[in-house]
């Protein structure tokens, strides 16, 4: 069998190499995507998509837990600070409450219990409790304030510790 070849030029303008056998049957060299090359460019694409959506859906996540662990952090704080004024106030007060655990959602000495899911810091996700022990063989109560918060992946909590002794007596 004899081979021709033959230049031709597409829509395009584009050259296009055929090929004709000497029978009657037509043997085309096709320039082109192949099924293949199709799907494997839609694989890359696809995936290059989930990576950045994920990538997004993750750095979300994160700055989300940032911005509820420095708000958890100021509610700390507030708490300590509290719980100092309240023994600078009244010390006789302040001992007499120092036990225990209690439940501040607003900073006052509300319930004398952990906070419950209903009981959260107003207008917030948080829980805030104070707990109170004592240090044996000094004359010191540790108090520690614990703010906690659901979020997707688990209950997270920031807490402090602190000292209290009755300072006038130095």
């Given at each position: 069998?004899?081979?021709?070849?033959?230049?031709?030029?597409?829509?395009?303008?584009?050259?296009?190499?055929?090929?004709?056998?000497?029978?009657?049957?037509?043997?085309?060299?096709?320039?082109?995507?192949?099924?293949?090359?199709?799907?494997?460019?839609?694989?890359?694409?696809?995936?290059?998509?989930?990576?950045?959506?994920?990538?997004?859906?993750?750095?979300?996540?994160?700055?989300?837990?940032?911005?509820?662990?420095?708000q958890a952090t100021r509610y700390v704080q507030e708490g300590i600070e509290w719980v100092r004024s309240e023994r600078d106030n009244n010390i006789t007060d302040f001992l007499s409450k120092a036990s225990g655990t209690w439940c501040l959602s607003s900073l006052g000495w509300g319930s004398?219990?952990?906070?419950?899911?209903?009981?959260?810091?107003?207008?917030?996700?948080?829980?805030?409790?104070?707990?109170?022990?004592?240090?044996?063989?000094?004359?010191?109560?540790?108090?520690?304030?614990?703010?906690?918060?659901?979020?997707?992946?688990?209950?997270?909590?920031?807490?402090?510790?602190?000292?209290?002794?009755?300072?006038?007596?130095?």
């Amino acid at each position: 069998m004899k081979m021709t070849k033959e230049r031709c030029v597409n829509k395009g303008g584009i050259s296009i190499e055929k090929r004709f056998k000497c029978s009657a049957k037509k043997d085309v060299l096709i320039l082109g995507q192949s099924l293949f090359e199709v799907l494997l460019a839609l694989a890359v694409i696809t995936l290059t998509v989930v990576g950045i959506a994920s990538l997004s859906t993750y750095a979300v996540s994160n700055t989300t837990y940032s911005r509820n662990k420095n708000q958890a952090t100021r509610y700390v704080q507030e708490g300590i600070e509290w719980v100092r004024s309240e023994r600078d106030n009244n010390i006789t007060d302040f001992l007499s409450k120092a036990s225990g655990t209690w439940c501040l959602s607003s900073l006052g000495w509300g319930s004398h219990s952990i906070c419950n899911s209903s009981q959260l810091i107003v207008g917030t996700q948080f829980t805030r409790n104070l707990i109170f022990s004592t240090v044996i063989g000094k004359p010191v109560i540790q108090a520690e304030v614990k703010v906690s918060w659901n979020d997707s992946k688990s209950t997270r909590e920031v807490s402090s510790t602190t000292y209290f002794s009755d300072w006038r007596l130095r």
